[in-house]
């Protein structure tokens, strides 16, 4: 009995680990901030190269009352795109389906930031800086237009 409780134990020390260790933040990552702000999504995320040298994306599902389904993209770099609806294939940022224009944040000295009002939501986002050269690091807020409505 007890190296059966023991045998039980390890095993379960072990796939905790695994479980945890494979839980490690990967590129891109996004850090949501939400707690009290009423925002839909809020926090840092970054756009790292890969090993193709590319920035990564990161795209966030959505579903808002009134409002309804919708992707935000997050990067690459310094791309951003708001879209109605919810697909699986991937969606130019330059297509006249994405909400956001312009849909590339541009770099002033070394600041960027920009604010949408757009389809009830209101999206804005700040270059964050950072300690990495091959990241951008971005505040990205996501909230409704009307700040009074409920979530």
């Given amino acids: 009995m007890g190296c059966r409780q023991h045998r039980r134990s390890l095993v379960i020390a072990i796939t905790a680990a695994i479980c945890l260790g494979r839980a490690a933040p990967g590129h891109p990552q ?4 939400n707690d009290r ?15 193709d040298d590319e920035y990564a994306e990161r795209v966030y599902d959505g579903n ?8 935000l993209h997050l990067g690459p770099y310094r791309e951003f ?12 940022h330059a297509s006249s389906d994405n909400l956001l224009r312009p849909h590339t944040v541009s770099l002033e000295g070394s600041t ?6 757009v389809a009830g939501l209101v999206l804005e986002v700040t270059l964050a800086g950072g300690s990495r050269d091959d990241c951008e690091s971005w505040w990205v807020a996501l909230r409704r237009a009307d700040s009074s409505s409920s979530h």
Avoid: K, M
């Fill in 81 to 92: 795109a708001l879209f109605r609806g919810v697909q699986e294939e991937h969606r130019d």
């Fill in 37 to 51: 702000s009423r925002s839909i999504l809020e926090g840092n995320w970054q756009s790292c190269r890969d090993g």
């Fill in 112 to 117: 960027a930031r920009h604010r949408w009002v």
């Fill in 64 to 71: 808002a009352p009134g409002i309804g389904r919708f992707e």
């Fill in 30 to 33: 996004f850090t949501s901030f």
